[in-house]
Each structure stands twice: as structure tokens, then as C-alpha cells.
């Protein structure tokens, strides 16, 4: 009788370790940007709405995060909203263009500001302009809000601005949310953001007299705009389940989830 529970025991063990394997087989797990969260959610939803008991799972730590993950073997696939440096790549990194986006500069409601210039926006956060009356706006000290040093979005801005180690910020915060709504609770705050996460509750002003939409950033007559890149590792396969979801991602039957989204695709 005991040699019998024993053997039953077995398998049952047997078992359940096969049914988590099976379930972790079955799971694509992501990690990186913060910016990328709209899109990677909505394209997470997508695949596992047409693939049945497969698992998506998306961790919000910023790019450079992401791309350290994806290093450390610790997910499937790392986000980043930039492009991967020469020493990142040097280590065997990878990088897939998912799709673009506008990296919008965005004011409270309440500011008059309608339109600035790359160099008004490049002055204004190395504190060369530092109230908004200088730009057409009211007589009020202007307060910088922007990203932390690790983030994707901030690599951008600063890359496209100028503005790289230059940049006088009164707050640095650590993800998108976060600067929209310190900006959105602040009639002096000028900040930057994913145009893909911009909602009405702030104001993305025009740049050099174009508006920022998924048009323009598709035209490139918006000039501050990123990729949204997919970081895997040269030489390692994803597993089946991260694979298919890769696969997906970048197919031209993920573009209109993509550009739902608010992103423009890059196929």
C-alpha cells in the first residue's frame, strides 16, 4: 500500500511540475519602458485574446532597466523608447524598431503658450529663458519637469534638443505618468512626454509650428519624436511562446492595435 501512495505521489509531483513548466512556457514576460506602456499593453492584450492560455506580463521599470533585463536573462524581451547605444550593442543586444513616437511638450491647461521653437525648448531647460513672458506667456518663473537619468524618453528629448548633461530640472521623475501629472497640476510647468500617454488633462504645444500627431511624427515634420524599440539577445532564442509574440508584434496585422494605441507602426 505504501509503495503505491509512493508511486502516486511521483506522478502527482511529476505532474505539477510539467503543468509549471507547461504555464511558464506559455508566458511572454516584458521589461523596460515606461513610455511603451500603452502600446505594449495593448499589444500584449492581442496576443493573448488570439492565443489561448498564454500569459503577457509587463514590468514598468524605464528602458535602461529593460535593456539590463534582457542582459541578465531575467524576461523574454526588454522595451526601450530609444535607440540601443554602440556598448549595448557591443554586448550582444539586439534591436527591432517596434514604432515611433512623438515626444510631446506638454504645459498645463491653463497656459496661454500655444507654439515654441527646438531652441526655445533647449533654452528654456539649460535656463537660458526662465520665465514664460520671454515666450508669449504670463509673468511666472518656468518649473522644469522632466525624467529621471535612466529614462528612454529623457535620452531622447535631450538628444534631439541639445540639451544632453545640460538640462536645470526642477523635479526628475521617474515615469511618464508622473511628469503628466505634475505638469497637468501646475499652471508654470513645462515637462515632456510619450505623445501616446498625452490625454486632455495637459497641453501638447506645437514645436516649430507643427502640432505633434501620429501624422506628422509618420511625416517627420514633427522633429521630436523616438523609437520604441524591442531589445532581445543575438545568439539566444526566445522561447516558442515569446517567439510567436515577437512574431506578432511586428507583423502588419499588429499595426492598427499599434496606431490605436497611439503610435505609429514601423512596418
Avoid at 554586448?91 to 497656459?111: P, Q, R
Avoid at 531589445?231 to 522561447?239: D, H
Wanted: proline share 2%; aromatic share 6%; with cysteine.
Amino acid at each position: 500500500m505504501k509503495k503505491i501512495i509512493s508511486i502516486v505521489l511521483a506522478l502527482t509531483c511529476a505532474a505539477a511540475m510539467l503543468m509549471g513548466c507547461s504555464a511558464k512556457n506559455k508566458t511572454v514576460a516584458t521589461d523596460g519602458s515606461t513610455s511603451m506602456e500603452k502600446v505594449i499593453g495593448a499589444l500584449g492584450e492581442a496576443f493573448t485574446d488570439k492565443n489561448s492560455g498564454t500569459n503577457f506580463t509587463y514590468n514598468p521599470t524605464g528602458s535602461g532597466t529593460g535593456i539590463k533585463a534582457v542582459s541578465e536573462g531575467t524576461c523574454d524581451i526588454g522595451l526601450s523608447s530609444r535607440s540601443l547605444k554602440d556598448e549595448e550593442k557591443a554586448t550582444g543586444l539586439k534591436e527591432t524598431i517596434l514604432a515611433y513616437d512623438g515626444i510631446a511638450i506638454i504645459i498645463n491647461n491653463e497656459n496661454a503658450v500655444e507654439d515654441l521653437t527646438i531652441e526655445q525648448i533647449a533654452s528654456i531647460y539649460t535656463g537660458e529663458i526662465t520665465n514664460w513672458k520671454d515666450v508669449g506667456g504670463n509673468d511666472a518663473q518656468i518649473v522644469l519637469i522632466g525624467r529621471e537619468a535612466n529614462s528612454g524618453t529623457r535620452d531622447g528629448f535631450e538628444s534631439i534638443t541639445g540639451t544632453e548633461d545640460k538640462c536645470k530640472y526642477r523635479q526628475e521623475l521617474t515615469s511618464t505618468g508622473d511628469v503628466i501629472t505634475t505638469v497637468s497640476k501646475n499652471p508654470d510647468a513645462i515637462g515632456y512626454a510619450s505623445l501616446a500617454s498625452v490625454k486632455d488633462d495637459v497641453k501638447a504645444i506645437k514645436v516649430n509650428g507643427v502640432t505633434p500627431t501620429e501624422a506628422t511624427v509618420k511625416d517627420g515634420s514633427y522633429k521630436i519624436q523616438r523609437p520604441f524599440v524591442l531589445v532581445t539577445k543575438e545568439g539566444k532564442a526566445l522561447s516558442e511562446t515569446a517567439q510567436k509574440f515577437f512574431d506578432y508584434v511586428t507583423s502588419a496585422e499588429a499595426a492598427p492595435v499599434i496606431s490605436k494605441a497611439g503610435a505609429v507602426p514601423a512596418i
